[in-house]
């Protein structure tokens, strides 16, 4: 048997919590090379390239691809496996609505539901974002990962007293496919300041609850307007 082929086997055969440990830890990895454009929309993900990219059996590799099937970065095909989302204006449309729909519905219910614990936590999660450069080279405007963990932790700091684990959960998901466009788009974008969190902040600290989520909405529908003249020009 080929040494490939043999450690595959023994990767099937690893007890049931040290398979979980490495699907859940291949399950991230696959998650941000999709998300960060390195796994290309539309590739087809067979389980022996993935297996061989990850170092990792069949079994957890599966299982990844599941769950990651199951939050729409990657499509299951019956009889054809597994591939990464492709992606489409009618997609990123779709996308953007529906975040600005529950989103919005989030921000009502956290400021509806505001806590001391909650404001503190939201300024120093805008504090942390206001202080962090979008980009990394301000010539040719490619994606700093510190600011876009720091602007993650703002959007989920903003809705975070809404009540709803699912509802966060399913934001989430949505944030993670927008990231995916924001990505490609990447070189579209100039660098700015806070322009758009910063009226958004004041708001829900005001609790200026009709103005924070116009704010909100507008914030997504820029953004979704940058990512399509892009794609257009792709095109």
Request: with cysteine; proline share 5%.
């Amino acid at each position: 048997m080929a040494a490939g082929a043999s450690t595959l086997v023994r990767n099937e055969t690893v007890p049931d919590s040290s398979r979980a440990t490495t699907a859940t830890a291949v399950y991230q990895r696959i998650k941000d090379d999709i998300l960060d454009g390195r796994l290309a929309p539309g590739l087809k993900l067979r389980i022996e390239f993935v297996s061989e990219r990850y170092g990792a059996g069949s079994s957890p590799i599966r299982e990844a691809l599941s769950r990651l099937s199951s939050e729409g970065i990657v499509i299951r095909h019956e009889q054809r496996g597994f591939c990464v989302a492709p992606i489409s204006l009618d997609e990123l449309r779709e996308v953007t609505t529906t975040r600005c729909w529950l989103e919005t519905i989030a921000l009502r219910e956290t400021l509806a539901n505001p806590t001391p614990q909650w404001e503190d936590a939201l300024v120093i999660a805008y504090h942390r974002l206001s202080r962090t450069k979008r980009f990394l080279d301000d010539v040719e405007p490619s994606l700093n990962p510190a600011w876009e963990e720091q602007h993650a932790n703002f959007h989920e700091a903003l809705i975070a007293n809404c009540g709803s684990n699912l509802l966060r959960r399913y934001c989430r998901d949505l944030r993670d496919q927008s990231y995916r466009y924001r990505v490609l788009a990447a070189p579209a974008r100039p660098p700015g300041g806070e322009i758009e969190h910063q009226p958004i902040f004041e708001a829900a600290i005001a609790r200026d609850v009709e103005r924070a989520v116009q704010l909100l909405s507008s914030h997504y529908r820029i953004t979704q307007r940058v990512v399509e003249q892009h794609l257009l020009n792709l095109a």
